[in-house]
């Protein structure tokens, strides 16, 4: 599929078929998000694959939408903030930058397969810590839900770029 094509028909999606994702598939979702830029190129991200029935239905109890226990597959990003580049004039961590990063690389390849994704952010983090055992320098960052759907892509709506798009400083179209 062509990248302008692959942006403008991925969506959030929110219905799966029941159809299991190859593991062979995951592996190329996850090889798009390993090569994408990092500060310093410092990747400080893992990803935890879950495909297992039983561990997926732990995974539905930090995030307890009827929808979700659809996906036949979830992938948890984490950012790992001891390993992350840290701008010096601020201190600002770029961690969260770099794994976002990442995940829209994996959610654009899912799509380029033929898979959907919905990228999730609003779940019980102490909780998936404790689900997941994660070592207190790893941030589960968000989860991504991936398997095939029937639907297709809704109308979006977005800003036009006149009104995001400054030219020279800001404020200046």
């Not at 979700?68 to 950012?79: D, G, H, N, W, Y």
């Not at 909780?127 to 994660?134: D, G, H, I, N, V």
Request: charged share 25%.
């Amino acid at each position: 599929m062509e990248l302008d094509k692959v942006i403008s028909t991925r969506f959030s999606v929110r219905s799966y078929t029941n159809q299991k994702v190859e593991r062979s598939l995951i592996l190329e979702i996850l090889e798009a998000a390993r090569l994408a830029p990092s500060a310093v190129n410092f990747q400080p991200w893992h990803f935890i694959v879950i495909t297992d029935h039983e561990n997926l239905e732990d995974l539905h109890e930090v995030y307890q939408r009827a929808w979700f226990r659809e996906a036949p597959a979830c992938l948890v990003i984490c950012s790992d903030h001891s390993k992350s580049w840290k701008r010096k004039s601020d201190g600002k961590d770029f961690a969260d930058v770099d794994v976002a990063i990442a995940i829209d690389h994996l959610v654009l390849k899912a799509t380029d397969l033929g898979i959907g994704s919905c990228w999730i952010c609003n779940f019980d983090v102490p909780l998936a810590r404790k689900k997941l055992k994660l070592p207190d320098e790893i941030e589960p960052l968000a989860i991504i839900s991936i398997g095939y759907t029937t639907a297709g892509p809704p109308l979006k709506s977005r800003k036009s770029l006149k009104e995001m798009v400054h030219w020279e400083k800001f404020g200046t179209h």
